[in-house]
């Protein structure tokens, strides 16, 4: 059973920076595609960017701000987010999943990023 805890959430100006965290347990981190998705109120899950074997995907309005990474040896997932704006407010989560981010079969609990304008 694969665990993900996230971290980093926060308050930040628009025009700000944050990173977020995701720190996987009980699996085999290396091997599995791993992904951001968001929540803002009221909208339904949306799919942020994704990483696998060195190869990131991201949706068109995070495109040339955020950047999706991973450190095998520490087992961890990390969203730098840059240039940040008011639509990106949301609960942010990371997920996993050992074929496909479609429908991840793991996911976090979550962390809030507000973006103040």
């Known amino acids: 059973q694969v665990q993900l805890v996230e971290s980093g959430g926060g308050l930040v100006q628009a025009g700000g920076s944050l990173r977020l965290s995701c720190a996987a347990s009980g699996g085999t981190f290396s091997s599995y595609v791993m992904g951001w998705f968001r929540q803002a109120p009221g909208k339904e899950r949306e799919f942020v960017g994704s990483i696998k074997s060195g190869y990131t995907n991201y949706r068109d309005s995070v495109k040339g701000r955020f950047t999706i990474s991973r450190d095998n040896a520490k087992s961890t997932l990390y969203l730098q987010m840059d240039s940040l704006k008011a639509e990106d407010t949301a609960v942010y989560y990371c997920?996993?999943?050992?074929?496909?981010?479609?429908?991840?079969?793991?996911w976090g609990q979550g962390t809030q990023v507000t973006v103040s304008s």
């Open positions: 997920a996993a999943d050992p074929w496909s981010i479609v429908r991840p079969s793991y």
